[in-house]
């Protein structure tokens, strides 16, 4: 078992920043891969951006490239994501999502709101 816990979120002018934060829990050593979707009103949930939790490697969705960094502090078991330059597009549920091996499972955290607006 896994559990994520996200925080971070909230309301932002166009153009500002966030820094989402997911603290991860529970049996970490089998996460291979850990993951932020967005899920916007009347949207399916998409992937925004992944990371190896071996090596680090890193993948994001073209919508966000070179505005979102996703990272990892490893001896926190804590995954962040920043986000610059938002956009009203941005606006969504932001969830964190943790791939785990064997098994192929993905865990879920709760979703954490982010709005951008003036």
């Known amino acids: 078992q896994v559990q994520l816990v996200e925080s971070g979120g909230g309301l932002v002018q166009p153009g500002g920043s966030l820094r989402l934060a997911c603290a991860a829990s529970g049996n970490i050593f089998s996460i291979s891969v850990m993951a932020w979707y967005r899920q916007a009103p009347g949207k399916q949930r998409e992937l925004v951006a992944a990371?190896?939790?071996?090596?680090?490697?890193?993948s994001y969705a073209d919508s966000v490239k070179g505005r979102f960094t996703i990272s990892r502090d490893n001896a926190e078991n804590t995954v962040y994501l920043q986000m610059n330059s938002l956009k009203s597009e941005d606006t969504a549920v932001y969830y964190c999502?943790?791939?785990?091996?064997?098994?192929?499972?993905?865990?879920w955290g709760q979703g954490t709101q982010v709005t951008v607006s003036s």
């Open positions: 999502n943790a791939l785990v091996t064997p098994t192929l499972y993905h865990y």
């Open positions: 990371i190896t939790t071996s090596g680090g490697s890193t």
